[in-house]
């Protein structure tokens, strides 16, 4: 894997180097040789791994609201499950602020949050034979799974979202419906946990091989002291 320009700008911003790293992180002149090896195991320590365990802890978070939604389908359990969507997204969305690693693989992320969901792949997995699972979520195509997937039927378009209690209580398909809702929150909890495990000391540890680069980026190439401290100083349009 070949690390880019651009990367830098997804990975590191320059408010997440400088909270993780300080100003001292780019006292040297560009043309230093010091070994990046610190900086990076610094921002993978400071900034990925909390990143990611606060997102796989918001869709722990996320996974038993819809359970509890799907086993009790009142405006209060379908409200709790709503804002705890909008708070696993938004953590998810934190961590885009530093694309790097497997979080950059397309289809990863897709499993998570594509869009825009599609409303006849939704209604052809609910109606799927056989017990909605974890498993029979996670084979099913990005546009059926995921947060829009989870918005799909939490939400309506009206304001009120006079629809969704009617459809998870009284609707023909409203049990399969609601087994649907449950599996894509196992499922989602699942690719979060993954995420987090790659990341953290007691799991694969990316950090180290980032750090290193070995393993996962053992291509890394990239000067990533000097074009950190190039975003720090210059914003985004000191790239090129």
């Avoid at 990925?48 to 209060?76: H, I, K, N, Y």
């Avoid at 696993?88 to 949050?113: H, L, M, N, Q, Y």
């Avoid at 799909?152 to 629809?163: I, M």
């Avoid at 990341?199 to 890394?220: D, H, M, P, Q, Y």
Wanted: include cysteine; hydrophobic fraction near 45%; charged fraction near 25%.
């Amino acid at each position: 894997m070949v690390l880019s320009r651009q990367f830098f700008l997804g990975a590191i911003g320059a408010a997440f180097v400088t909270a993780a790293l300080g100003t001292q992180a780019c006292e040297t002149p560009e043309t230093s040789a010091e070994d990046p090896r610190p900086v990076l195991s610094e921002l993978a320590s400071n900034v990925v791994v909390p990143g990611f365990a606060a997102f796989d802890a918001e869709a722990e978070v996320l996974r038993a609201s819809l359970a509890d939604a799907a086993r009790s389908p009142t405006e209060p359990t379908v409200a709790r499950a709503r804002d705890a969507f909008f708070r696993a997204r938004a953590a998810w969305k934190r961590t885009e602020g530093f694309r790097v690693g497997p979080a950059d693989i397309d289809t990863w992320r897709a499993s998570i949050d594509f869009w825009p969901a599609s409303p006849d792949a939704i209604a052809k997995a609910i109606a799927m034979p056989g017990q909605h699972t974890k498993e029979s979520v996670a084979a099913l195509g990005a546009n059926a799974k995921g947060f829009m997937a989870i918005e799909y039927v939490l939400f309506d378009s009206s304001t009120e979202h006079t629809s969704v209690l009617p459809a998870l209580t009284t609707a023909s398909d409203a049990v399969a419906r609601r087994a649907y809702l449950v599996a894509l929150g196992e499922a989602l909890r699942a690719d979060a946990a993954r995420f987090h495990d790659l990341w953290r000391t007691e799991g694969k540890n990316l950090g180290k091989e980032l750090a290193e680069g070995t393993g996962f980026f053992v291509s890394t190439k990239v000067p990533l002291r000097q074009d950190s401290c190039r975003l720090i100083r210059n914003g985004p349009g000191g790239f090129e």
